[in-house]
Every structure is written in C-alpha cells, then in structure tokens.
C-alpha cells in the first residue's frame, strides 16, 4: 500500500512495504510529480486493485499515492477511479482486473507481487489497456507493450536513514554509552529485523549498512529473519533476541510496529537502543527509540502512469525513480538523534541526485575479502537467481537499472544472517 481511533489508526498504518522484483533499464525521462493540474475534463477510468485496504499500511502508501495522482492530474476520485479492495493473490485478482475493464478502465494496477501472474493474464487477453504489477518482475520478459512493471529507488532512502543510525552510533561512542555487551571485537553491534531472506530485503539491509558505515565504519550487523511481511509479536521477538546479543540499532525491513514498540521498552528500562523503520513514521510507537523510517511516495509513479494514460505519451515496461522525483523519502526525525544529522541528511540526498554518491559503491564494501566486481541482476529463467545484466560498471552496483525492483541479493562482509 483506520479511520476507527486515533491510536489504531497510527498502529494500522505501520504495515509497510511487500515488494518483489522488475526487469529493464528505468525511464530516463520519467517525469517529477506535477503541481496540481487543472482539471483534466476527461471520462478516463482507473482500476486500482489492492491486496488490502486502509488499515493495511502498505496499502494505506499505495491509496494515499493514487490520491495524489488524482490531485495532480485534475482527476476526480469518485468519477476517474474504480477501487478494489482486499483482493487476493489468486484468480481473484484477475477478476477484479476484469471487472474493472468491463466499468470501462483502459488503466489498471495491482499493487501485490502476488497479483503479477493474474494482472499479466489479463495484459495478454486484453492488449488494449495498460496493466501494470507493482513491485513485480516479469513484464520485461512477457515482451508485452501494455504490461508493466513499477517500484521506488527505496535503497536510496534507507541508504540515507543508515547515516542517521551511523551519526547515533557515533554519539553513543562518543558519549561513552556502549558497553562490552554492545561490541563485537572493535565493532559496534547494529541489528536488523528482515521478513524474508529476498533480494528486496537484501539490498534494504545492505544500503542500510553501507549508509551506517559511510560515517561509521567500525560496525557489523546481525539479521534476523521473521518469514513474514506482517507479524507484530514476531518482529517484536526478533528485536528482543537482537537485543539481547547488544545490538544498539535495529533496523527493519518488516511491516508492524513490533520492533519499534519492542526498543522503546526497552529504552524506558535503561538499555541503550534505538529503532529505525520503515515506511511510515514510527514515532507513535517509539517516542524517545524511534530515529527515522525510510519511505516510499508511490504518488510520483501513480502521477507519471495516469499522465502517460491521458496524454498518450510512452510508458515505461519498468519504472524506478528515487530522491530525483520525491519518490522516496525520510519521516520526521524523532528528538534522540545525533547533533547535526538534518545537515547530513540533507547532503547525502544532493550528494545521491548529483552522482557524487552510489549507495553501491564497490570500493565500500567486500564479498569473502574481495571486491566485488561482477553482478547480475536479472533472472531469465525463474529461479529467482540473477543470470544476466552485468549490474556492476562504472565503480558501483547499478541498483534498480535493469529492473525497477531491488535486485541486489548478495550478502557482503559485515553483515551476518542469524537464520
């Protein structure tokens, strides 16, 4: 990707991002998100075809991102959009795809990696309207021109909310807060709450760690894997156990406030630790832990896909956009950051829309010892092993260039999985 209580309402929106994989060079030329435009005057209609709804926080971005497409293009909501809710990943999906043709929808989305099979069943059968899978991985490869695939440069962010946990570690240094339990050797200890060992949360974690290392190099970070996208009392008991090992820092890559909540009691009873999330603000769940959470803004790709629609213009099989077009973001920082850290932010997010910075930089890190020097980033064949497109040249790992989604899927020096 609620309006019931306050407080159930900051709870439901931490569910965050479900993603899979895409496949193509991103459009150079995709466009920023406009100013409101004056209205289209058009009788276009846009199926949009969800896995869940608003009280689902992944969901909740992708409804929050269409309504700001509509703004954008001079859209009406109850006129140009046809909504489906709680749709499953199953044949379900295709109906709903159907459906939303038969109201006379010449656009529709899906906002599930598992709606990709239904919604490119439904491109082939029907050539004439625009179908596109967020987050998934297969429309390059279909060799249809009306199936699409989308994601967020979200690496990008989470390469950024390292440097705020990196700047925090180094105060805690500084300040003399760490103990033995928090060091492994002359290295502090970071943590990190992942759903599933995919390359989506693989390359999260890594640009999280390599931000981490861009200001303080002197870290390694443990992974704990939930096998869930959603799991409050899971993702709570993984922080806990990383935690326990003296983790000072958990990130996350899983979509409850379970981890957040966890530091903040922890917090409250002495223990040093502090929480970084994702996709929504956390600062609801973890007033004094919670740092930042990295964000996707899907209204950039809604506003570019509904603007390729009513202009006519050329849409792209794949789309990935980052901090260039506001696709990506940071949530407010929560008051226990380290001094000077907005100042930090703030360059690192110039220094990526320049070029001076790539969140994959092969003299950063190392693979067994060695740098990294060949990588491939598209699987040709479906067994979820990148086979083709040497991703690695011009000194970095060229993320989200052969395919919108995230790719990166090897594990480097520092980082260790724990299951």
């Known amino acids: 990707m609620k309006k019931l209580l306050a407080l159930l309402l900051c709870v439901a929106m931490i569910a965050a991002l479900f993603v899979g994989c895409a496949s193509e060079p991103a459009d150079p030329d995709a466009t920023d998100a406009p100013e409101t435009a004056a209205p289209a005057d058009s009788d276009i209609k846009i199926g949009v075809v969800l896995v869940g709804d608003e009280n689902e926080g992944y969901t909740y971005a992708h409804i929050m991102g269409v309504r700001a497409a509509v703004a954008n293009c001079g859209l009406d909501e109850a006129t140009n959009i046809v909504w489906k809710y709680n749709v499953k990943e199953s044949s379900e999906c295709k109906d709903a795809i159907v459906d939303c043709i038969n109201q006379g929808c010449t656009l529709v989305l899906t906002n599930s990696y598992g709606h990709q099979s239904y919604a490119q069943e439904a491109a082939e059968e029907y050539p004439d309207i625009q179908i596109v899978a967020c987050t998934g991985d297969t429309a390059k490869a279909s060799g249809l021109a009306n199936f699409h695939n989308a994601f967020t440069g979200i690496y990008q962010a989470r390469y950024v ?3 705020v946990a990196g700047m925090k570690v180094n105060e805690l240094i500084a300040d003399g807060k760490l103990t033995d339990k928090n060091y492994d050797g002359e290295n502090v200890k970071i943590g990190y709450v992942g759903a599933f060992p995919y390359a989506e949360v693989i390359s999260g974690f890594t640009s999280f760690f390599l931000g981490i290392k861009s200001v303080c190099p002197n ?5 704990q894997y939930t096998g869930s996208w959603f799991d409050q009392v899971g993702e709570k008991e993984a922080a806990v156990a990383l935690m326990d090992r003296g983790c000072c820092i958990i990130g996350q890559h899983a979509d409850s406030t379970g981890a957040p909540t966890a530091c903040e009691e922890a917090w409250a009873k002495g223990e040093v630790v502090y929480s970084v999330g994702y996709n929504v603000d956390m600062l609801a769940a973890a007033p004094n832990a919670a740092l930042v959470s990295p964000t996707n803004e899907w209204g950039a790709f809604y506003t570019y896909a509904f603007k390729a629609v009513l202009e006519g213009t050329e849409f792209a099989t794949n789309w990935c956009e980052g ?12 008051p226990n950051v380290a001094e000077g850290t907005q100042e930090a932010i703030d360059n690192a997010i110039a220094g990526i829309k320049s070029g001076e910075i790539h969140v994959f930089d092969i003299n950063n890190f190392t693979v067994g010892g060695a740098k990294m020097e060949s990588c491939f980033a598209t699987d040709t064949d479906g067994d979820w092993t990148p086979d083709a497109d040497e991703a690695v040249f011009d000194g970095y790992y060229h993320e989200s260039y052969f395919q919108s989604a995230p790719a990166f899927a090897t594990i480097i020096d520092g980082i260790t999985p724990l299951n």
């Open 219 to 223: 870290v390694v970070m443990d992974v």
């Open 323 to 334: 901090f260039e077009t506001d696709a990506v973001a940071l949530t407010p920082l929560g």
């Open 161 to 163: 909310a390292g440097i």
